[in-house]
């Protein structure tokens, strides 16, 4: 069993920037891909950025060039860095795995409120 614990998020205005964490509960050395999903009120869930064991990362369009997904091995742990955030961001983020052909896997966070305002 995979316990995966988020941190970080909340109240931002337009422009800032955030860090979400994802602590796993054991080594995710054995997890190929780990993701974080965002969904946002209305839509579906959807895939935003992954990283392999390796480092590296690949992300969704929407994403791309504002946000960094990364991870650290030694601490177990899944990052997610936020930048020049948008209103469109706002949603509740989840960090999973394994990803496996951009599904989600069985192990989530509980999920983290990104809120930004314009």
């Known amino acids: 069993q995979l316990q995966l614990v988020q941190s970080g998020g909340g109240l931002v205005q337009a422009g800032g920037s955030l860090r979400l964490s994802c602590a796993a509960s054991r080594s995710i050395d054995s997890i190929n891909l780990m993701g974080w999903y965002r969904q946002a009120p209305g839509k579906q869930r959807e895939l935003i950025a992954t990283v392999s064991i390796g480092g590296d990362t690949n992300y969704a369009d929407s994403v791309k060039g504002r946000f960094t997904i990364s991870r650290d091995n030694a601490k177990n742990t899944v990052y997610l860095q936020i930048d020049n955030l948008k209103p469109e961001d706002t949603a509740v983020y989840y960090c999973?795995?394994?990803?496996?052909?951009?599904?989600?896997?069985?192990?989530w966070g509980q999920g983290t409120q990104v809120t930004v305002s314009s």
């Open positions: 999973n795995g394994p990803v496996i052909a951009n599904l989600p896997g069985l192990y």
